[in-house]
């Protein structure tokens, strides 16, 4: 099978989170099962151009005009990776905007970029048999896809579309019907309109032949009213096409025993480097090299991923003997209330803002527990990491952490972690008292940790899943109508409208 992966962002090229993980991951691990992988993503301006080999400019479509790009090829182990350049859309200090904001012309770049991936099909004379797409910044090619001037040519490819986080669904304002060139059937209630504005998520989930999210879990959670993020009435009526499938992680690029970043290797067989990784941290964010148990935190600051929660019990979480060693930015509210936590309790309380690599290691590969109180979390891949760096998480049973966590008090023997049922400051402190209490049994913990290192996350066990899904996108192409997807969802919607 020929599979051609399409995302906004892909490691090693580019990332802003963990959908550049999954990008740089999965296409690999596809390909070891003997498909056929080609990857595209924009040539940022950011991306190291040493070792891309420049193409044939082409032409894409924008709404009435045509803009020239150029692809240039990297040629990675399991295939081809083309990045798309075009200096006036993707030659900024920034992907999606600067911190809190996001460009203007959104719209228009990726509306830009999502005709740039079928326009490159047929400039390279590529007939893919799946086109996978991510989240809203690719989610228009399923719907381009099915219409004859822009998908001549590949009518016998299918679409699969993954939603890494239903929050984010690029939605715009009416006046980016301008840049789509679509016709005004495609652009009513029945397909992108959405409370008066466009809305290029909705558009993906309604063409794709088959929609997939990041863990069984939420796959039913986006279902209802409270986690639908107002799509939860289209994604009812395409149920029967959407698929929860558990993210992994690239387990050679994750693995303690050869970590270079790590202040000394480890292995679930021999775990003492732990201890060398947890002194660099405590150095690091200047706290007292006690044995107390520590407690780490890697990621975004935000609400989401429950950070406020973490600060409201922090004093009663010192009480319980811990040090805390966070590391993200995000929310300059939340991330300027960690900085001034830390200053007021020095040696207990370490904090560094922005993105360190080495120290987001050393804080998996030392920390005693790491947390993770998720409001909501589709899947989540820093509690996987941790599993794998010997730091039980502690998570709010949610999404994917419901999955991939396996519960103290739900299977002592098989536990990977601890968990909660309730997003707030008593849940946590409670489930962190109890691990403590596990931690306190050296044997018993050690097995947890045992557990979790030798966990299968790798993306070599759910590849599987993905070419099920592929087989089902190919036989719903074969059987339906051009536009029947979109028939198809054209039923209740909440509110009356989107």
């Not at 999965?26 to 070792?51: E, F, I, Q």
């Not at 007292?288 to 019990?313: H, Y």
């Not at 003997?321 to 007021?344: N, S």
């Not at 002592?412 to 946590?428: I, Y």
Request: with cysteine.
């Amino acid at each position: 099978m020929h599979i051609l992966y399409a995302a906004s962002e892909m490691v090693p090229f580019v990332k802003t989170g963990g959908l550049a993980d999954v990008a740089g991951a999965l296409p690999a691990a596809l390909a070891a099962r003997g498909h056929r992988v080609t990857a595209v993503l924009p040539l940022y301006d950011g991306v190291n151009r040493a070792g891309l080999e420049p193409g044939e400019e082409f032409m894409v479509p924008v709404g009435t005009w045509q803009v020239a790009a150029r692809p240039w090829r990297s040629r990675q182990k399991w295939g081809d990776v083309y990045l798309v350049e075009q200096s006036d859309y993707f030659a900024r200090p920034h992907l999606y905007g600067p911190p809190g904001g996001e460009y203007a012309d959104n719209p228009e770049r990726f509306a830009f970029f999502s005709r740039a991936i079928l326009a490159l099909c047929r400039e390279l004379r590529l007939a893919p048999d799946v086109l996978h797409v991510n989240d809203w910044q690719t989610a228009l090619v399923p719907v381009y896809l099915r219409e004859p001037d822009d998908g001549d040519g590949l009518e016998q490819s299918a679409s699969v579309l993954t939603i890494h986080n239903l929050a984010f669904q690029g939605r715009f304002d009416v006046t980016a019907v301008n840049v789509l060139g679509l016709p005004p059937r495609v652009l009513g209630i029945d397909g992108l309109e959405y409370y008066g504005d466009m809305n290029y998520l909705k558009g993906g989930i309604l063409y794709a032949d088959q929609v997939t999210t990041v863990s069984p879990t939420y796959a039913r959670e986006i279902l209802e009213p409270q986690n639908g993020c107002g799509l939860d009435g289209v994604l009812r009526a395409r149920s029967a096409d959407l698929s929860g499938i558990e993210n992994g992680i690239d387990t050679e690029l994750w693995n303690p025993a050869s970590d270079p970043h790590l202040a000394a290797p480890f292995s679930a067989a021999r775990p003492e480097g732990r201890r060398a990784n947890r002194r660099l941290v405590q150095r690091t964010l200047g706290l007292e090299e006690a044995d107390a148990p520590l407690l780490g935190f890697v990621g975004r600051v935000t609400g989401q991923k429950g950070l406020d929660i973490v600060l409201d019990a922090m004093p009663a979480l010192l009480d319980l003997g811990v040090q805390l060693a966070l590391l993200g930015d995000g929310d300059p509210l939340l991330t300027r209330r960690l900085v001034e936590a830390a200053r007021f309790r020095p040696g207990r309380v370490g904090v560094a803002t922005g993105f360190d690599e080495p120290l987001a290691r050393n804080i998996y590969g030392g920390s005693d527990l790491f947390l993770m109180p998720s409001r909501f979390e589709p899947c989540g891949l820093a509690q996987l990491i941790a599993m794998r760096y010997g730091a039980p998480p502690v998570v709010h049973r949610v999404g994917g952490l419901a999955d991939t966590v396996v519960a103290w008090n739900d299977n002592p023997d098989s536990a990977t972690g601890f968990a909660f049922d309730r997003p707030d400051t008593a849940a946590l402190l409670a489930a962190v008292a109890g691990a403590l209490e596990v931690w306190k049994e050296h044997k018993l913990f050690a097995r947890i940790q045992r557990n979790g290192m030798q966990r299968d996350s790798s993306w070599q066990a759910r590849a599987s899943a993905c070419e099920a899904v592929y087989e089902k996108a190919l036989e719903a192409r074969r059987t339906r109508k051009i536009g029947g997807a979109l028939k198809q969802a054209a039923s209740p919607r909440p509110h009356g409208r989107g």
